[in-house]
């Protein structure tokens, strides 16, 4: 489901160097890059080109994408739509089942959205790995905002793993096809929400388990 080649880092966003000026500018040259990738191949894409595109200097680029690879990778996520926004319900359990559900939706829109427009991934393996972390940083630090809102709501208690708790949904959701042999769902969905993201909610009780053979005092 989210691919873990990245570390978290501390919940922040895919690194930029430089700060970001005008979102719509942002915007027009990840559009820009979807469609010279699409009409002239991944080889042939370059950061002058992508430039003269969205009508900006090469120095706009630079400022936010360190290079071409860089620039792609976030181009795709943006055109794959497989992030979703992050909810504002007021309440944790909410925010999280909204977040998730759209998460899931969202990935199998993503998969024919990337298919559509980015051919090079499956054969890129540098490129396939950048656009793999990016997402993951980028969900990750998503989850994290949710955490964070519920710890200073008082949802969640302050001394709350908010680390642990940002990467434990997606961690799950990762691991599901491995050991279901299927795809995650709504149902998915709500059974982790129920289980961590509920507060209020009490985990069930475990019997300690007897050592084999009983007592041999």
């Known amino acids: 489901m989210v691919e873990s080649d990245a570390t978290p880092s501390g919940g922040s966003t895919p690194s930029r160097r430089g700060r970001r000026r005008d ?16 009409e002239a191949g991944y080889s042939r894409l370059t950061m002058g080109r992508v430039a003269t595109r969205a009508r900006v200097g ?12 860089a620039l792609v990778a976030e181009a795709i996520q943006w055109r794959s739509g497989v992030v979703p926004e992050v909810p504002d319900t007021g309440n944790l359990r909410e925010d999280m089942r909204a977040f998730l559900r759209a998460l899931l939706r969202g990935y199998w829109a993503a998969e024919r959205a990337v298919a559509a427009v980015a051919g090079e991934i499956a054969s890129n ?8 972390q990016s997402m993951t940083r980028t969900l990750w630090a998503r989850t994290r905002e949710i955490v964070e809102r519920a710890v200073q709501r008082g949802d969640l208690p302050p001394a709350s793993d908010v680390e642990l ?8 959701l990762q691991s599901w096809r491995a050991e279901h042999g299927r795809g995650p769902d709504d149902t998915a969905v709500e059974r982790i929400v129920d289980q961590f993201y509920t507060p209020g909610h009490d985990a069930p009780a475990v019997e300690p388990v007897e050592p084999a053979g009983g007592n041999q005092s």
Do not use: F, G
């Open 23 to 38: 979102p719509a500018v942002d915007e027009a040259i990840l559009a820009a890059a979807v469609d010279l990738l699409a």
């Open 58 to 69: 090469k120095a706009s680029l630079y400022l936010r994408w360190p290079n071409k690879v």
């Open 125 to 132: 393996p540098e490129l396939r790995t950048a656009w793999r």
């Open 165 to 172: 708790l940002s990467m434990l949904p997606l961690t799950l």
